[in-house]
């Protein structure tokens, strides 16, 4: 077996019980050893929060085994993410916030290693839900409350509120105080329909 690069020379001698012959000689010359390729797998599409599987393969054209070692190279910025291990072939993260990851492979055959392959992980991230509250009729010149807190956001990050009127009486100069907050307040100056729109953002979609 030959199990160094380079060459090696065996000789031969024979005997017949008598006398022994010249010795002759045979070369054999290694090919130069060749390296692993990686294939850290296909592209993917996630939901976020969701446990992702890489899927990553290693081939070795002298037939070696080969050993793995995973890196995520870009996450979204304040991720927690971290691979469940980077020695294995099919290691898992949790894609904890909306945004692209990066995961890179590179394998070895115990002397020369791969050029490194990369698969992209991308995530959706389902947008929160705003509920501006029920109708209300009041009187001019009362002041009505909004209410915005029946809006929700599946992954429970903390939102912002953006209040605005769409439409409004002719002539009315109302104006709504406490626009960002969970429930502003305006007092209707002219009698008539006014229609207050809600906007929620959790940080990353609206």
């Known amino acids: 077996t030959a199990d160094r690069p380079g060459t090696y020379i065996a000789q031969l001698i024979v005997n017949n019980g008598t006398?022994?012959?010249?010795?002759?000689?045979?070369?054999?010359?290694?090919?130069?050893?060749?390296?692993?390729?990686?294939?850290?797998?296909?592209?993917?599409?996630?939901?976020?929060?969701?446990?992702?599987?890489?899927?990553?393969?290693?081939?070795?054209?002298?037939?070696?085994?080969?050993?793995?070692?995973?890196?995520?190279?870009?996450?979204?910025?304040?991720?927690?993410?971290?691979?469940?291990?980077?020695?294995?072939?099919n290691p898992t993260f949790i894609a904890d916030l909306p945004g692209t990851y990066v995961a890179q492979l590179i394998v070895s055959n115990g002397t020369l290693s791969s050029t490194p392959s990369t698969v992209m992980i991308s995530t959706t991230s389902t947008p929160p839900v705003a509920n501006a509250g029920p109708n209300q009729n009041v009187a001019v010149g009362v002041k009505v409350t909004l209410d915005g807190s029946g809006s929700v956001d599946i992954y429970h990050d903390p939102l912002t509120y953006s209040w605005s009127f769409t439409t409004r009486p002719n002539n009315s100069a109302a104006t709504l105080t406490g626009a960002n907050t969970v429930s502003p307040s305006f007092t209707p100056d002219v009698a008539g329909v006014y229609v207050v729109q809600l906007i929620v953002n959790d940080g990353y979609t609206s």
């Open 19 to 89: 006398l022994s012959s010249d010795p002759a000689t045979v070369t054999i010359t290694t090919n130069p050893p060749l390296a692993p390729t990686a294939d850290a797998g296909p592209s993917q599409t996630v939901e976020r929060n969701s446990t992702v599987t890489l899927n990553g393969k290693g081939t070795d054209p002298q037939g070696l085994p080969v050993t793995y070692q995973w890196a995520l190279i870009t996450k979204p910025t304040n991720s927690a993410a971290s691979l469940s291990s980077a020695t294995i072939a």
